[in-house]
């Protein structure tokens, strides 16, 4: 999928001696959005910019070093080991030494005499990170201007990690106009250098318009355009990340002080066996600790940290490394919120910056990236939406640009499980995402096409239920009437499901799940090897999805 953008002119900072200003530019092909005031808290908004671009160019996943050098010096010394076993007599042997000692010699002046090009090329490089870099690598951000708030979103280059950063109105001590809607803003490393110079004694002058600085391109041209190589799984990646934030997920606050000292952990000690993981171990109306393996370090949280759920759990989480992009912002920060959707699983840190917040999504480790094939949208339960149904749900959210779930529902006169679907659907389009922070549901299209009745019948018709291949081998086990509920038990918060299932390959094996009053899955397990290897780190397998299709249809019946 090929996304183009045109600019008029560049984003960038001026700065005078008392004042300045920071203009965005959007781009000309997107809906007209604009937004114009003035910051009375830049520093917050700098900080905030300062840790999504870290965001951003960020890229942990592991790869192994090239070796080539090393293969090429290790076959250097077996000839010279091979050929030292002819030499026996003393005279070619000193000799050899005297050649040897001529050889690294020269090797130093070639070194020398190429310097002239390694300085060349070094510049060339240069060159080519500080004008094509970001044509190539960095996806410019998606900002989306809303009744109450500007949100910036963008993924990691490993797509590993999702950060958004909402800067309230109250950040802006003057706003002057705006205009709702979602564009693409022109986001280089130029830019990012240019923040760091805004300083709270200088007033600033904040824009998102088309023209932004009017800055001619090296090559004469009134506009900068730029054609980014985003693939399909990108779109999913913002599924995956809005339907784990609609889960049930654990919650806890912390002090900024708690992130201080995970973060300089972090920094201080490198891991070199496994495992690599943050232990949260949280106990109810008892201050929470993390642990961080290998070396079974333990931090105590401060007393704010009190976790609040109503059993013990132990959780652990990958990839923490990436938490080192948050950095910039505890000084800023004035509690943070965590949350966590299980073993292995994505985990959310929510930072309060007062007049704005800043929300960093992690997958369950690096490499299992937002879009690597992940499927926790199957995690809760989608209704089958109309077409009707799905555009009358986006034409009221577009109206009011954010609702809550029942706000959507009275409007619509539509049932909430609907709605939520619906909305479900519009997140897979890139219609619709889903705010933590806030708990609404909020209207934000990624693409300039307008949203047709046509494309709500498209966007229906790739449904995850008939797409996703274990959501289809699911449907076919209840289908072969291979399934069985063997013990059923209500509790407060649901159901506990225990059965039978033998799945597509002919195994029986025995799932146990936990589903809510509306379907959602809150824990499961199972004894087949796919579930053993992965538990739900990547969604759940065919026989948990079957156990809980016999439940819906038995909770129909009734």
Avoid at 210 to 227: L, Q
Avoid at 330 to 339: A, L, Q, R
Avoid at 378 to 394: I, K
Avoid at 402 to 411: V, Y
Wanted: aromatic share 8%; with cysteine.
């Amino acid at each position: 999928m090929i996304i183009e953008s045109r600019y008029s002119g560049r984003s960038g900072v001026v700065n005078g001696l008392t004042d300045g200003s920071m203009k965005f530019a959007a781009s000309t092909l997107r809906e007209a959005t604009y937004f114009e005031g003035t910051l009375g808290r830049p520093l917050v908004f700098r900080e905030g910019l300062a840790a999504l671009y870290d965001v951003v160019v960020s890229d942990f996943k592991y790869r192994p070093r090239d070796r080539l050098e090393f293969k090429a010096w290790l076959e250097q010394q077996d000839w010279k080991f091979l050929a030292s076993l002819g030499t026996k007599s003393k005279q070619v042997r000193e000799r050899m030494e005297v050649l040897e000692a001529r050889r690294t010699e020269l090797d130093t002046l070639r070194t020398q005499r190429l310097q002239p090009f390694h300085r060349a090329r070094k510049a060339y490089f240069d060159h080519i990170y500080h004008n094509q870099y970001e044509l190539s690598l960095i996806l410019d951000p998606v900002i989306t201007i809303h009744p109450d708030q500007i949100a910036f979103e963008a993924f990691s280059r490993d797509e590993s990690s999702y950060a958004r950063l909402a800067a309230k109105f109250e950040l802006f001590s003057q706003i002057d106009s705006f205009q709702c809607g979602t564009t693409n803003i022109d986001f280089s490393p130029r830019l990012h250098g240019e923040l760091e110079r805004m300083r709270t004694y200088r007033r600033t002058r904040f824009a998102v318009s088309p023209s932004g600085f009017a800055v001619a391109s090296d090559d004469g041209a009134g506009h900068v355009e730029k054609k980014i190589e985003l693939p399909d799984s990108w779109m999913a990646g913002f599924l995956q990340v809005h339907a784990v934030m609609s889960m049930g997920l654990t919650h806890l606050r912390i002090d900024p002080v708690d992130l201080y000292n995970i973060c300089r952990t972090l920094r201080r000690q490198k891991a070199k066996v496994s495992p690599r993981s943050i232990r949260w171990e949280l106990e109810p109306g008892k201050r929470a600790r993390v642990v961080l393996e290998p070396w079974n370090h333990v931090i105590e949280l401060t007393e704010s940290a009190v976790f609040a759920g109503p059993k013990p759990v132990s959780i652990r989480t990958w990839g923490r490394d990436r938490l080192r992009t948050l950095s910039r912002l505890i000084p800023c920060t004035k509690s943070v919120d965590v949350y966590l959707a299980g073993y292995g699983m994505p985990s959310f840190y929510v930072l309060d910056l007062g007049p704005a917040t800043f929300t960093l999504a992690l997958s369950g480790w690096t490499d299992n990236d937002w879009t690597g094939g992940t499927s926790f949208e199957m995690l809760t339960r989608r209704l089958s939406v109309t077409a009707p149904q799905l555009l009358q749900v986006y034409e009221s959210l577009r109206s009011t640009r954010f609702a809550t779930e029942e706000a959507l529902s009275k409007s619509t006169s539509l049932s909430v499980e609907t709605c939520r679907s619906a909305v479900s659907y519009l997140c897979q389009a890139g219609r619709a995402m889903v705010d933590l922070t806030s708990g609404v549901l909020r209207h934000r299209d990624l693409f300039f096409a307008p949203f047709t009745i046509n494309e709500a019948r498209a966007t229906v018709d790739r449904a995850v239920e008939e797409t996703n291949p274990t959501a289809k081998a699911a449907r076919l086990i209840v289908d072969e009437d291979n399934a069985r509920i063997i013990a059923r038990r209500q509790v407060s918060t649901g159901f506990k499901l225990s059965g039978s299932v033998r799945g597509t390959k002919g195994e029986r094996v025995r799932p146990l799940v936990h589903v809510d009053h509306e379907g959602k899955i809150l824990e499961a397990t199972c004894t087949c090897p796919e579930f053993k290897d992965a538990k739900l780190t990547k969604g759940p397998c065919e026989h948990i999805l079957a156990l809980r299709l016999i439940h819906m249809d038995r909770l129909r019946a009734e």
